[in-house]
């Protein structure tokens, strides 16, 4: 198998192409997503500023905006921001191309920060310090929001998976080294998870005690209330 990527959504996956990972999602798959966005919606307050690390095309930022218009996505991906800019809610949506673990904004920006999807997985960063830069740019009384996927959801993520690469969105499925909360592609693609009592461990590196929920049987989330 080739050395991983490091920025997979960059260099490979972004813009049209990632959209089009979402467009092809299963019902099952949907359910998923729109759960994930959900249950942040419901810990937004109208006025809240509001930042999602690694916004890619805009998908997730558009729906906060039902919630507050003070919406701001960063990527690494320029082609991905741009098509972002473009989408119905585009010009009312702040967007900039920043690392989720080393970003520009000073400390506490932020009523609440998200970083959902798996994306503590896609991002390819250490994620002791993701957590830690979320918390930091986040003000004393804000939320931090982080999920992963959820044990029970093996079986419908690896099919979403595998319909991709059936489609050429990512390289084949090394089947072999698949499995265990891990999926492994041949172009170097790696897609991992991170559950329950791994959020603990980071957590209580940083000092803090979180709360995990598991939503929609799909989703573990990791909430954390800055102190």
């Given at each position: 198998?080739?050395?991983?990527?490091?920025?997979?959504?960059?260099?490979?996956l972004?813009?049209e192409?990632?959209?089009?990972?979402?467009?092809?999602?299963?019902?099952?798959?949907?359910?998923?997503?729109?759960?994930?966005?959900?249950?942040?919606?419901?810990?937004?307050?109208?006025?809240?500023?509001?930042?999602?690390?690694?916004?890619?095309?805009g998908r997730?930022?558009?729906?906060?905006?039902?919630?507050?218009?003070?919406?701001?996505?960063?990527?690494?991906?320029?082609?991905?921001?741009?098509?972002?800019?473009?989408?119905?809610?585009g010009?009312?949506?702040?967007?900039?191309?920043?690392?989720?673990?080393?970003?520009?904004?000073?400390?506490?920006?932020?009523?609440?920060t998200?970083?959902?999807?798996n994306?503590?997985?896609?991002?390819?960063?250490?994620?002791?310090?993701?957590i830690?830069?979320?918390?930091?740019?986040?003000?004393?009384?804000?939320?931090?929001?982080?999920?992963?996927?959820?044990?029970?959801?093996?079986?419908e993520r690896?099919?979403?998976?595998?319909?991709?690469?059936?489609?050429g969105?990512?390289?084949?499925?090394?089947?072999?080294?698949?499995?265990?909360?891990?999926?492994?592609?041949?172009?170097?693609?790696?897609?991992?998870?991170?559950?329950?009592?791994?959020?603990?461990?980071?957590?209580?590196?940083?000092?803090?005690?979180?709360?995990?929920?598991?939503?929609?049987e799909?989703?573990?989330?990791?909430?954390?209330?800055?102190?």
């Amino acid at each position: 198998m080739p050395e991983e990527i490091q920025d997979y959504y960059s260099q490979k996956l972004a813009a049209e192409k990632l959209r089009r990972v979402y467009a092809i999602a299963s019902p099952r798959i949907r359910q998923y997503l729109d759960a994930e966005i959900e249950f942040v919606m419901q810990r937004i307050k109208p006025g809240d500023r509001v930042l999602e690390l690694g916004c890619g095309y805009g998908r997730v930022l558009e729906k906060l905006t039902a919630r507050t218009h003070r919406v701001f996505g960063i990527d690494t991906s320029i082609q991905s921001l741009l098509l972002a800019g473009t989408g119905p809610k585009g010009p009312i949506l702040a967007l900039s191309a920043m690392n989720a673990v080393q970003t520009a904004f000073i400390k506490d920006c932020f009523d609440v920060t998200v970083c959902i999807q798996n994306g503590i997985s896609a991002f390819k960063v250490d994620r002791k310090s993701l957590i830690s830069e979320a918390l930091r740019i986040t003000r004393p009384g804000g939320r931090v929001l982080v999920s992963s996927c959820a044990d029970a959801f093996w079986s419908e993520r690896l099919d979403w998976f595998r319909r991709q690469a059936e489609l050429g969105l990512l390289g084949e499925i090394d089947e072999a080294a698949t499995g265990d909360g891990v999926i492994v592609c041949k172009d170097g693609f790696i897609a991992t998870t991170v559950g329950p009592e791994h959020f603990r461990a980071l957590s209580a590196e940083l000092d803090y005690r979180p709360e995990i929920t598991i939503v929609d049987e799909s989703s573990v989330f990791c909430e954390l209330i800055v102190t």
